[in-house]
């Protein structure tokens, strides 16, 4: 399709949406006053503002469950719905993004885990090296007291 005719779906496919302009802003990084822009009519969307509009109103048609109202069924005058058939075909360029970025995602997750981790060994050094000490405290206190201070026995330094 080319540029004239994207921006002609574009355009068409903003003006006949009741979509807000914070929502398309959202999902698709045009700006608000570019949106209103459009829909005003004081510019066109062009090359990747038009694909990108394009693209978003395709997206959310493939989110929307569609519904189509049946009536008359026999001799009952019955209303009831039934999905209407969705096209939910991914381009492979989508879905190479789309795992893309969930392998990032988790490359970022797991340096978090390491470095949590790291965090961990580090603490548990650090809580080996005081018992340690606290040992020794220990000894050293039997030692002055004469007694086994670390099971609350022997002489108190006041008798």
Do not use: W
Not at 33 to 43: D, E, H, L, M, V
Not at 52 to 61: M, N, Q, T, V
Not at 95 to 124: G, H, I, P, S, V
């Amino acid at each position: 399709m080319n540029d004239k005719k994207n921006a002609e779906k574009a355009l068409s496919l903003l003006l006949n949406s009741k979509t807000s302009g914070y929502k398309i802003e959202k999902a698709t990084g045009i700006t608000q006053a570019s949106i209103s822009n459009y829909r005003n009519g004081k510019t066109e969307p062009e090359g990747v503002m038009a694909y990108a509009l394009i693209k978003y109103f395709e997206d959310e048609e493939k989110k929307e469950c569609k519904f189509e109202k049946i009536e008359n069924i026999g001799d009952c005058n019955l209303e009831f719905f039934r999905p209407r058939e969705v096209n939910f075909e991914i381009s492979k360029e989508y879905m190479f993004a789309m795992l893309n970025e969930r392998f990032e995602y988790l490359k970022e997750l797991t340096k978090q885990k390491e470095a949590l981790f790291n965090q961990l060994l580090e603490k548990d050094k650090q809580m080996a090296k005081k018992d340690e000490q606290i040992g020794d405290f220990l000894d050293i206190i039997n030692k002055l007291i004469g007694g086994d201070a670390q099971h609350g026995k022997g002489k108190k330094c006041c008798e």
